[in-house]
């Protein structure tokens, strides 16, 4: 699986073989299909696995003890630190979403079927904290969509900027830093209550 991952975040779906993805683990062919049937199950497996890492790096915090916002935050970061690793994956998904629209369709209707405990407690923390007058009031996905659009956005557009720039590592390594910090800000400032008007 791993090979695989390599090979169609390299190449993407249709750029991919059985037979590289076996050459790279270094097995031959017949053992992909034993173990996996298709190419179209070993990258539907890939897909739902990243794609699950993806959402429970923002939801996965549930289990700590600490106040709201503080649990916000390192949700946050652990969501952006999760795409600073995995940097190619969003670029995958869009990539394939855009020409193999059916494939991820069914890869989808299939995932979507799954229950996520963690997503429903982020929705209860969300309720509790809106009972409390802590936060506005709001919906679990417009959350999740509001972080994955800020965080995946500043890893879509960094190549361009540092080839714009002609930024250094280093460099680039300290705008993320920074813009982590202020991709926290503008969720943190999203959700906290409309000001009362007088």
């Known amino acids: 699986m791993e090979a695989a991952k390599e090979l169609f975040l390299e190449k993407g779906y249709a750029g991919t073989s059985t037979v590289e993805i076996a050459r790279l ?3 031959n062919q017949s053992l992909v299909h034993y173990y996996y049937r298709s190419k179209k199950n070993l990258f539907g497996l890939v897909f739902r696995k990243h794609a699950g890492y993806l959402l429970s790096s923002l939801t996965e915090i549930n289990e700590e003890a600490l106040p709201f916002e503080e649990k916000m935050r390192k949700r ?5 630190d999760f795409i600073h690793k995995n940097w190619k994956l969003p670029a995958l998904f869009f990539n394939e979403i855009a020409t193999n629209f059916e494939l991820v369709k069914e890869i989808f209707d299939t995932f ?17 904290e809106y009972e ?6 709001m919906d679990a996905i417009d959350l999740i969509f509001s972080v994955f659009s800020l965080n995946v956005m500043t890893f879509m557009m960094s190549p361009m900027l540092k080839l714009i720039y002609k930024s250094s590592d280093a460099d680039m390594e ?12 503008l969720i943190m400032n999203s959700i906290r209550p409309f000001p009362v008007e007088k």
């Open 132 to 137: 409390k007058g802590a936060i506005r009031k």
């Open 112 to 128: 979507s079927k799954e229950k996520y405990p963690l997503f429903y407690q982020f929705q209860a923390d969300l309720d509790a």
């Open 174 to 185: 300290q705008f993320l830093e920074k813009r982590k910090l202020e991709n926290i800000e």
């Open 76 to 80: 946050i970061s652990a969501h952006f």
């Open 25 to 27: 683990a270094g097995c």
